[in-house]
């Protein structure tokens, strides 16, 4: 056990081996990779280093597994099992906020929001296990009845981000045991030690190891087990569109169904008759949740020319009371972001928008006195859509704000672009309400509020922003296969 536990109450929730099998294991030869803490930029914990042939090992254990699991309970079994998981997440909150925030950086309340948010897929899932309704079909020929089953699709290679370490892996193991799959897990190497946490806790709930495994690896050629082994039959993967591409036209070899959460360049249109307070407590939720690095996070600020001023004035006074700080200390309301890189995309893209008429309005550059990945919360005004802020996800602290004239012109800027996750506008008027939100080119739309992001709401994009979506009464069939029998002459 190494010395610094940072209080937890339970300290063995901070653990760095991996699930293969039903046992906790380390990697072959010992090999780790170091987890950086982003407040510090210091290494936190070395987290075991898998091989190719360790996610073969594990994708052979799911695929005995879940077929064991399925025959074994009743949907209503599985939702018992989530349910407890649930409760001991929620049990053990705090420990696995701390554990997040020093992994990811966000704020210590960011991080227990997060583990919150985690849950709820659980619960969710747990409920939706129970409403696994198939259909009985009207047949066109005689003495025969169409029915419809559904199964679960079996084996799901599972590939989460580093930006939401607990809420991504629940919002898809949770919707997979449900419908009685197996899933076999590569978490982030930036932010492991969340799923492994929450896999702790799933295993004491009742998930059994052969259904539950996680595979921790900085070695991107074994992972890709999960997008090319033929046992596994459903890819899911939140990240970016280059990658998930890239692992889509894998997948399709063996044609694994997929579902791909994928990257977005969310614009965030304020007309000139909005609610100009709502708009920019919107606006920071938004632009700013987890320092701006969430892929549904406002890329592009579009403000009717008539309000652009007041909103930014009133913008950069909430921007600038924000508290840059370490994840874990209570009074720290902005983040670190996760690496040196991400600190170098900001900055690019800041003095960018301001070599090409951008102006500066607050922040601009990193902190001097703060050690780890920090930016200044920035606000330009005067963007266009000749910026790389325009075109491409900052992924961080950037208020980028392009001032419109017309309904048409704001809509023309907010579909520019291949990518199409979600998008937000304010207005009291309801003509332009259902018009804005049925011409906004996205899979959500946000009217009136800055946060769309709920268990129930199905999540998830269109054009190259993705594939499929999460959560909600959507997020189960996306396990699931759907079987036709048609049984005929019954009457002899
Ligand atoms: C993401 O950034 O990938 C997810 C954001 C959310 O669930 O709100």
Redesign the pocket.
């Known amino acids: 056990m190494e010395s610094n536990n940072y209080n937890l109450r339970d300290p063995s929730l901070f653990n760095s081996q991996g699930l293969i099998g039903g046992s906790w294991k380390f990697a072959p030869l010992g090999k780790t990779f170091p987890v950086i803490e982003p407040s510090t930029g210091d290494v936190l914990r070395e987290c075991a280093d898998f091989t190719k042939q360790d996610f073969i090992d594990a994708i052979e254990s799911a695929h005995d597994g879940y077929q064991e699991f399925y025959s074994k309970t009743t949907a209503k079994e599985r939702g018992v099992i989530l349910r407890k998981w649930n409760d001991l997440i929620l049990a053990n909150l705090e420990d696995l906020a701390t554990i997040l925030s020093l992994e990811n950086g966000k704020t210590i309340a960011e991080a227990r929001g997060e583990i919150t948010y985690a849950t709820s897929f659980i619960a969710w899932f747990a409920e939706e296990a129970t409403r696994n309704y198939g259909d009985t079909i009207p047949s066109s020929y005689h003495d025969t009845t169409v029915l419809t089953f559904k199964e679960p699709v079996g084996v799901c290679g599972i590939i989460t ?1 580093w ?2 370490p607990a ?2 892996i629940t919002r898809k193991i949770a919707p997979a045991i449900a419908a009685g799959c197996s899933v076999v897990i590569k978490p982030p190497s930036e932010t492991p030690f969340s799923c492994i946490a929450l896999a702790r806790l799933a295993l004491q709930a009742g998930i059994p190891g052969s259904c539950l495994h996680v595979v921790p690896t900085k070695d991107r050629e074994a992972s890709l087990q999960l997008a090319t082994h033929p046992k596994v039959k459903k890819l899911s993967f ?1 990240g970016s569109t280059g990658v998930g591409k890239m692992l889509a036209r894998m997948a399709t070899e063996t044609m694994k169904r997929v579902s791909m ?1 994928l990257g977005g360049n969310a614009p965030f249109i304020v007309f000139k008759d909005a609610n100009l307070e709502l708009a920019v407590a919107g606006a920071m939720v938004s632009k700013f949740r987890s320092s701006g690095q ?3 996070c406002a890329n592009r600020l579009l403000i009717h020319t008539s309000v652009v001023e007041e909103f930014t004035t009133k913008l950069v006074a909430k921007v600038e009371a924000l508290k840059l700080g370490s994840g874990l200390a209570e009074d720290t309301s902005q983040g670190p972001l996760v690496n040196a890189s991400a600190v170098k995309k900001v900055d690019t893209h800041v003095k960018d928008a301001i070599s090409k008429g951008g102006i500066l309005r607050t922040g601009g550059k990193a902190p001097e006195n703060l050690k780890g990945y920090f930016y200044e919360p920035t606000v330009i005004t005067n963007c266009h859509p000749g910026m790389a802020v325009a075109t491409d996800e900052t992924f961080g602290p950037l208020a980028a704000i392009f001032p419109f004239t017309t309904e048409a012109e704001a809509l023309a800027l907010a579909n520019d672009t291949e990518l199409g996750l979600a998008g937000y506008f304010f207005s009291k008027d309801i003509g332009t309400v259902m018009r804005v939100a049925g011409k906004l080119q996205v899979g959500m739309v946000g009217v009136n509020t800055g946060l769309i ?1 709920a268990a129930e709401a199905p ?1 998830g994009g269109i054009k190259e922003s993705g594939i499929g979506r999460e959560g909600s009464r959507y997020g189960l069939a996306e396990y699931q296969n759907l079987k036709t029998v048609t049984i005929g002459n019954t009457q002899d």
């Open positions: 981000p930006n939401f809420a991504m939140t959460e969430t892929c549904v992001s999540f």
